[in-house]
């Protein structure tokens, strides 16, 4: 089966919007870096709201480390009268009773899948109650992260919460390059773990880093 283009799918629609005129877009955030090439590169086509929720994070410090970087990056792109950041309350026993009886499973598997359902739902399901016009999420900006089920997932949702997805793949275009450099730039925090304490595993962030190396190498 042939794989879909989404980062075009995000170009067909900016090339439609009157930038007078703009749609509201509700952008949730797994981390400040993360959203920070992102924010840079789809501010000037979208009325943002930043939508940080992210109850896998395992450490409440952790969870609201990254939330104050979410909270200063928008300050550091000059962006603070433009975008507002939402900051989801901290409940991480939500994710560990969602996730029940798929702690075993390898990262990137069906645990990781269902993680990611639970961010954009709550996602979709704000924004369908907030009369916005899309949402999406930062995560496809992820080497790691596959954007073909990202955005499938999105699709899903879109039709359950009748709200429309924004279909993007963030990486394209060097945009997880770009992310690091603008956090190199603004001297943020870039955790070394995706959140839970799952991923949190020595081995797994050893593979991370591997794989970072080889998607810079080809």
Same mark, same amino acid.
């Given at each position: 089966?042939?794989?879909?283009?989404?980062?075009?799918?995000m170009?067909?629609?900016?090339?439609?919007?009157?930038?007078?005129?703009?749609?509201?877009?509700?952008?949730?955030?797994?981390c400040?870096?993360?959203?920070?090439?992102?924010?840079?590169?789809?501010?000037?086509?979208?009325?943002?709201?930043v939508?940080?929720?992210?109850?896998n994070?395992?450490?409440?410090?952790?969870?609201?480390?990254?939330?104050?970087?979410?909270?200063?990056?928008?300050?550091?792109?000059?962006? *603070?009268?433009?975008?507002?950041?939402?900051? &989801? @309350? !901290?409940?991480?026993? %939500? =994710?560990?009773?969602?996730?029940?009886?798929?702690?075993?499973?390898?990262?990137?598997?069906p645990?990781?899948?269902?993680?990611?359902?639970?961010?954009?739902?709550?996602?979709?399901e704000?924004?369908?109650?907030?009369?916005?016009?899309?949402?999406t999420?930062?995560?496809?900006?992820?080497?790691?992260?596959?954007?073909?089920?990202?955005?499938?997932?999105? *699709?899903?949702?879109?039709?359950?919460?009748? &709200? @429309? !997805?924004?279909?993007? %793949? =963030?990486?394209?275009?060097?945009?997880?390059?770009?992310?690091?450099?603008?956090?190199?730039?603004?001297?943020?925090?870039?955790?070394?773990?995706?959140?839970c304490?799952?991923?949190?595993?020595?081995?797994?962030?050893?593979?991370?880093?591997?794989?970072?190396?080889?998607s810079?190498?080809f």
């Amino acid at each position: 089966m042939n794989k879909i283009n989404y980062n075009l799918e995000m170009e067909k629609v900016i090339k439609k919007i009157d930038k007078d005129h703009k749609p509201k877009l509700l952008l949730h955030s797994c981390c400040g870096p993360c959203s920070s090439a992102i924010l840079e590169r789809i501010n000037e086509y979208f009325d943002i709201d930043v939508f940080y929720y992210n109850p896998n994070i395992d450490k409440e410090e952790e969870f609201y480390r990254r939330a104050d970087e979410q909270v200063q990056l928008v300050k550091d792109l000059g962006l *603070e009268d433009k975008i507002g950041v939402r900051v &989801i @309350k !901290y409940d991480h026993d %939500d =994710f560990l009773e969602y996730v029940k009886g798929f702690e075993e499973y390898r990262e990137g598997g069906p645990r990781c899948f269902k993680c990611y359902r639970q961010r954009m739902e709550k996602a979709a399901e704000f924004a369908s109650e907030n009369s916005y016009d899309f949402f999406t999420t930062t995560l496809s900006i992820s080497p790691h992260k596959d954007s073909q089920i990202l955005n499938k997932l999105g *699709e899903f949702l879109s039709k359950e919460y009748k &709200i @429309k !997805y924004l279909f993007s %793949d =963030f990486k394209k275009k060097n945009g997880f390059k770009r992310s690091v450099e603008l956090t190199d730039k603004f001297n943020m925090y870039r955790q070394d773990y995706c959140g839970c304490e799952f991923s949190r595993s020595e081995d797994w962030r050893t593979l991370k880093i591997f794989l970072l190396f080889l998607s810079f190498s080809f």
